[in-house]
């Protein structure tokens, strides 16, 4: 595989794409500050740093909204005092929990929510399928039913959730809602570990909750295809998705299988994958990946 379609190959299975190089991994965050709140105390969050002016006035505005909604919502509450919590700070995301109490009893909540690259906040529906059997699993989780309005943030083990009637805060693991994930953006939020055939016979190491995305050249015009070996029943790993790039610069060559997979639990088990057609019991190439999940 080459280096520029594996980047192809990560790039268009997380949108978030960050280039796939260990000066990449290591990138800071955005510079998070705090200034002080009008006829208030405690303080709030804004960034810095960011050498496009124009799209750190554009986070900075999302986050006053944030702000004077919350604000809004308090009207008539007296000495209310503001504090926030950064759950996620990546290269292109951010994610804050903005909260407010008036004598030490919790007054309200907003999440924050922001890509770093294009300035834009993000609701609950944006990252996951938001249908009814999602909010029941949380529900399941929280031992509550949240709502697409409850205020929530991300950090890189799951979704915060603030109860507004009593300000309980709860957290539900990604490794509880693999089902529901937008693959397109979970690299914002969650840690996941891009993997090739150069892994074979090796192992990995991996933490609950986190992805394993394996990329595989294939060239499925000669009717060969991977298939993952022995999926049913595991109980540290589940099967979130699969997808296939095309290698568009030469009609034929083939292109790029990638595989997701989410760690469920702690324990040992192994990815098996075998190149063949479907009609053949033979493979002509196996990958097998140790992975050891904490």
Not at 157 to 180: H, K, L, M, P, T
Request: proline share 4%; net charge negative.
């Amino acid at each position: 595989m080459t280096d520029n379609l594996k980047l192809l190959a990560i790039g268009l299975v997380f949108s978030c794409f960050l280039p796939f190089s260990p000066l990449a991994e290591a990138s800071p965050g955005t510079t998070v500050i705090s200034r002080g709140v009008e006829s208030a105390y405690g303080e709030v969050p804004e960034v810095d740093g960011i050498t496009d002016t124009a799209l750190q006035t554009k986070i900075n505005e999302n986050i006053s909204v944030a702000i004077n909604e919350l604000t809004a919502s308090l009207r008539g509450k007296k000495d209310l005092n503001y504090s926030y919590q950064v759950l996620a700070n990546r290269p292109i995301f951010l994610s804050i929990m903005l909260k407010a109490d008036t004598n030490g009893a919790f007054a309200g909540a907003r999440g924050i929510n922001v890509d770093v690259k294009t300035g834009e906040s993000y609701h609950l529906n944006d990252f996951f399928k938001a249908t009814p059997d999602f909010f029941e699993q949380l529900e399941k989780n929280l031992g509550w039913r949240p709502t697409e309005k409850t205020p929530f943030a991300l950090s890189e083990q799951g979704i915060r959730f603030i109860r507004e009637a009593d300000g309980e805060e709860q957290q539900v693991g990604y490794e509880n809602i693999f089902n529901w994930l937008d693959l397109g953006k979970s690299g914002y939020y969650i840690n996941y570990h891009p993997i090739t055939a150069e892994a074979n016979g090796k192992l990995l190491r991996v933490k609950t909750g986190e992805l394993a995305v394996l990329m595989l050249d294939s060239n499925r015009t000669t009717g060969y295809a991977w298939q993952l070996k022995g999926e049913a029943n595991n109980p540290v790993l589940q099967f979130v998705g699969t997808s296939y790039i095309i290698n568009s610069t030469r009609i034929g060559s083939g292109g790029v299988e990638v595989f997701t997979f989410g760690v469920l639990k702690p324990g040992e088990t192994t990815i098996e994958m075998e190149y063949k057609r479907p009609w053949e019991k033979q493979a002509i190439k196996t990958v097998k990946i140790q992975l050891v999940a904490e």
